[in-house]
């Protein structure tokens, strides 16, 4: 009679084991349970028939940014409101944490943990540059960024103040210098 092998069933048991502790705060942070996850995850790989399907570290990770977005500002506002933009992809590796920033029409920052995705923002007029920064389990990183380009299209319209008379011997008005000066012009008629 041959003794039957349970060494998968007590690698499961340590996994779940290693979740609670990390969750009561035997672990310090995700390092201790990224550790002891891997390392009984490796062992089982090892032992068995397993392709490795279960390893987290499936390779260097990489990821890849939406492509460029161009498009126009909302009618009467110096902005676009973006809603369903693209997500990053992850072409190999798991993610950790992924973060962004903008820099340039508009500036912004991500939080600093966790996965942060731009699902919807709203962009100023310009050129913003988005910059994404992944780190995998294992401390890896690759990084990727695409512009959000909003223009304005919306022709302007002005219209001059009213116009003005003067009499022999009068003052004649100053120039406006400022355009906020041309349209608080509302001299009537003398």
């Known amino acids: 009679m ?40 490796s062992e ?30 909302d009618i009467n506002e110096c902005s676009a409101d973006l809603s369903n933009i693209p997500h990053v992809q992850v072409l190999n590796g798991t993610l950790a944490k992924l973060t962004w920033i903008m820099e340039g029409a508009t500036e912004a920052t991500s939080l600093p943990y966790g996965i942060n995705q731009i699902d919807h923002y709203i962009f100023n007029e310009g050129v913003t540059i988005i910059r994404y920064s992944g780190v995998d389990y294992t401390g890896n990183t690759s990084e990727c960024s695409f512009t959000v380009v909003i223009s304005d299209n919306q022709a302007p319209k002005m219209s ?16 406006h210098t400022t355009l906020q000066a041309f349209f608080k012009c509302r001299r009537q008629s003398i």
């Open 2 to 41: 041959t003794k039957p092998n349970h060494t998968g069933a007590l690698k499961l048991v340590a996994v779940i084991i290693a979740v609670l502790m990390s969750h009561s705060g035997a672990f310090s942070g995700s390092a201790g349970l990224w550790y002891a996850v891997s390392s009984i995850n």
């Open 160 to 175: 001059a103040p009213k116009s003005i008379s003067v009499k022999c011997d009068e003052r004649i008005p100053s120039p």
């Open 44 to 73: 089982f790989a090892s032992n068995s028939n397993n392709s490795g399907s279960n390893d987290f570290s499936n390779g260097v990770l990489e990821i890849k940014c939406p492509e460029n977005i161009s498009t126009y500002t």
